[in-house]
């Protein structure tokens, strides 16, 4: 028999599953707030990951991508424990916001203090609460408010564990990011919990697309470090690998006319976008710096001088590369699926 596992003062024992309500510190008004927690602790030995989102508040496909894999059947098959935290930064949930209400960004905030800023010791909560406990981890993003990001993983590939699970999680682009200061994943790593970033759809809203590719990654992420029953005959997935990115940015403001979509294979000197006045006078071309694939864009039409506009990858083997984007079809994938268990959720409309 397993031990049991505690976290925030509640003992959960194996076999069992349970909501924790961890207190952070209150509102203004006396109001008490809490940064919910769920946690499944199987009879089986394991791994045990958590998987978490909203550490930037308006981020929030993530939250629903939790809620799908919580009510997954094949959870009944878990070995280890799996620890979901759909909203980390739980004041900027509240507020609509990236950030907390001290204008600090809790993802450059770790490890924190338990007596530090609230950012600080929102950090300090749940890398002492969360990450302790864990083996694993999986952060879920978004772009900034106004972006999108094409469905992508952020990791340290340069680690073979984490380049695996990186691999496995079966997006097409792995961009092999180092670790930030005051970051999660750089708090994690000093623990030995390799944790990988999924990247995809934009700020306060829901990507049906993003979010079901999301689901479909954490289930093979699971498989992957023995969580859940392996999959027979599954297709191969070849991502790509990214070292080193660029972002366009308004060379003049004005109107922007976008000409290439999310995740557009694009060539040097090709035109991304037109920028002009409201007049259609003084018209600017946008080209594109180097040969790569469009991983993020802004969704804003207007634009100041020197905002970012589009973000661009560059890679090798570009027909290979054209047939895996042009091949990643997140929703048709889930419904055909290799994972039967995620069909019965209805799709979100745009």
């Known amino acids: 028999m397993r031990e049991s596992i505690e976290i925030g003062g509640i003992t959960i024992k194996p076999g069992e599953s349970a909501t924790i309500d961890l207190p952070i510190a209150d509102l203004s008004t006396h109001a008490p707030i809490s940064m919910p927690v769920q946690v499944v602790h199987s009879r089986h030995e394991g791994p045990r990951l958590f998987v978490c989102a909203a550490l930037h508040g308006d981020e929030i ?6 809620r799908r894999v919580l009510r997954l059947s094949a959870l ?6 799996l620890i979901a935290v759909p909203v980390v930064n739980v004041y900027g949930f509240i507020n609509l916001s990236r950030y907390l209400p001290d204008r600090r960004d809790l993802n ?11 950012a600080g010791r929102l950090a300090n909560l749940f890398l002492n609460q969360i990450v302790s406990k864990c083996t694993h981890g999986l952060d879920l993003h978004t772009a900034a408010i106004h972006r999108d990001n094409y469905p992508q993983i952020r990791a340290n590939l340069d680690d073979p564990e984490v380049a695996e699970i990186a691999k496995e999680f079966g997006v097409p682009i792995l961009i ?6 005051g970051s999660l994943r750089e708090a994690a790593a000093d623990m030995n919990v390799p944790v990988i970033v999924y990247e995809a759809g934009e700020a306060l809203r829901f990507d049906e697309a993003s979010i079901r590719a999301g689901v479909k990654g954490v289930v093979r992420t699971m498989r992957a470090i023995g969580m859940l029953p392996k999959v027979r005959n599954r297709n191969k997935f070849s991502p790509i690998v990214a070292r080193s990115s660029i972002w366009t940015r308004a060379s003049q403001s004005g109107v922007l006319r976008s000409a290439v979509a999310l995740g557009a294979q694009v060539n040097k000197g090709q035109t991304l976008a037109i920028i002009a006045d409201p007049f259609g006078d003084n018209e600017e071309a946008i080209d594109a710096p180097t040969d790569g694939y469009v991983i993020g864009r802004t969704n804003l039409p207007l634009v100041h001088e020197g905002d970012a506009l589009f973000h661009i990858v560059s890679v090798t083997g570009k027909q290979a590369v054209a047939r895996d984007l042009d091949g990643f079809e997140p929703i048709s ?3 055909k ?14």
């Open 76 to 81: 009944k098959r878990l070995r280890g424990t």
């Open 108 to 118: 450059r905030s770790f490890p924190g203090r338990a007596r530090g800023s609230l």
């Open 176 to 181: 092999n990011a180092s670790l930030r200061e």
């Open 337 to 350: 699926g290799a994972t039967a268990e995620l069909t019965d959720e209805p799709p979100i409309s745009p």
């Open 333 to 335: 994938e889930y419904e």
């Open 61 to 66: 496909n993530g939250v629903e991508i939790i």
